[in-house]
């Protein structure tokens, strides 16, 4: 004997539309967040041959710009927590990548060097990043990217202001 399905039993009622319309996929934030993964699985796999983690390369790139700043400002700057910045730095300092100074000024202020070994990895691991950025980009046109940038500032803005 056939089974029924539950749109075809008896009585059962047909699947009710969502009244917003908005599809799943092709919601924002979700072709947001799938760009976003592809992108850090990329660069992970990259810097996963240089035995470096995707969590520690956030922290790396702040510091090459701006090495020695306190621990507040970089965690700020990565946009984490206080305490996946712990975390994280713990990781690099056991690495031997990063030095952490408490403040001479105010003790409960610490400041992150980087080591010579720290500095060394930009060279290493800045163009597997431009790679990266390649490959996203590839086949796009200039003007669509710039188009692209704009649009995420104001979509950026649009929500600082909502």
Do not use: C
């Amino acid at each position: 004997m056939a089974r029924r399905s539950k749109a075809g039993a008896a009585g059962a009622k047909p699947a009710r539309r969502r009244r917003s319309g908005l599809v799943h996929e092709e919601a924002l934030g979700f072709q947001l967040r799938v760009t976003w993964e592809a992108m850090r699985a990329a660069l992970q796999q990259r810097l996963a041959t240089h035995g470096m983690r995707f969590q520690h390369w956030s922290y790396l790139r702040v510091l090459w710009a701006a090495d020695g700043i306190s621990q507040n400002d970089l965690s700020e700057r990565v946009r984490r927590v206080g305490a996946n910045t712990v975390s994280a730095l713990n990781g690099l300092q056991r690495a031997g990548l990063v030095k952490r100074v408490r403040s001479r000024v105010d003790r409960r202020t610490v400041h992150v060097h980087l080591t010579p070994a720290g500095r060394a990895l930009e060279s290493i691991l800045v163009p597997l990043a431009e790679d990266v950025q390649r490959a996203a980009a590839k086949g796009i046109p200039a003007r669509d990217l710039a188009s692209f940038r704009r649009v995420l500032a104001a979509i950026q803005g649009n929500l600082r202001a909502s």
